[in-house]
């Protein structure tokens, strides 16, 4: 292959740096309803609200909102809709999980352009499927039917997590130390971010999503439908067990621009990018003549969550993991700028 046919994210048609901007402006607009209340706001993976003024004393309520992307083409390509249900939930559920709060409660929101009872059952069977596997009740949603704004067959997702936490339980990174450990915890797979490139990368290359890979055991449109691994349980029970000093969930932006996230501004991550890549990821960048710094940035490249912890905490949480059955890895130490 030769490098003009290299692929990045923003040739596909998505700007991450333009992302960056238009949160730093939704978080100007925001503080104009900012209260005393609000203990963490827009940027980061929730959103933090203290209950003290309405006389629940020391209850903090977490809250984020987010979809699966267009993961959803591919389900719609291969009329499979009763996995995206868990990627929706997962993606919300474990954005809540890493300030330190159990999810409480769901809701989903599906807008297309004909929606049959048929296609709208498949959806919330995912949906109720990841309900239970994060611990949390699907509380309501609302269906919109749009024909004017969604072709046949179309539809997207969005969803809402609520959970709770004591304000002793909160996990907001100020007690991260130069020398602590970044952990990470094994994705399932392409979890749901960066499908805009991946779709482009396969169309491009000509292959199908009924084609059978070798390097994944499985055809291609399966692969991509690997639901998005839900950690919210496993991180809920380290919380239990050790200290977390910060969490990252990594999704859009990858894990180097998702755990720089919780540091305090005087401290920097170096990381250690020597764990198992699965298979799908090689395959990607292989056949796209993707540099590895643009694969980092996009993709979760095998981890799906982390947790930033005390060296001596380090093989207690790797114990949890595998007591769970998900694989985890050193990935990192917390350093000072130099």
Known sequence: MTLDRSMEYSKAGVNIDAAASWVSRIKQLAAQTRSDAVLSG???????????????????????????????????????????????????VDDVVTSGATPLFFLDYIAGGNLTPDLVEQIIQGVVAGCQAAGCTLLGGETAQMPDLYGPGEYDLAGFCV???????????????????????????????????????????GWGLSRYVG??????????????????????????????????????????????????????????LGWEVPPVFQVIQELGNICDKEMYRVFNMGIGMTAIVAPGDVDKVMALSREAGIGSFVVGEIVGEP
């Not at 990174?173 to 396969?202: E, P, W």
């Not at 399966?222 to 809920?236: D, H, N």
């Not at 029970?237 to 540091?263: F, M, S």
């Open 215 to 272: 390097q994944l055991g499985r055809t291609l449109g399966e692969e991509l439908l690997e639901p998005t691994r839900i950690y919210a349980p496993l991180l809920l029970k380290i919380r239990d067990n050790v200290c977390i000093k910060g969490a990252a969930h990594i999704t859009g932006g990858g894990i180097v621009e998702n755990v720089p996230r919780i540091l305090p501004p005087e401290l920097k991550v170096k990381f250690n």
């Open 42 to 92: 827009v940027g980061g993976f929730s959103g933090l609200y203290s209950m003290d003024h309405l006389g629940f004393e020391n209850l903090v309520l977490a809250s984020g909102s987010d979809g699966v992307g267009t993961k959803v083409i591919i389900a719609q390509m291969m009329d499979k809709h009763d996995t995206v249900g868990i990627d929706l939930v997962a993606m919300n």
């Open 163 to 205: 959970g709770a936490a004591t304000k002793s339980h909160i996990i907001d990174g100020k007690s991260i130390r130069q020398g602590d450990i970044v952990v990470g915890l094994a994705s399932s797979g392409l979890h749901s971010n960066g499908y805009t490139l991946v779709r482009k990368v396969f169309r491009e290359a």
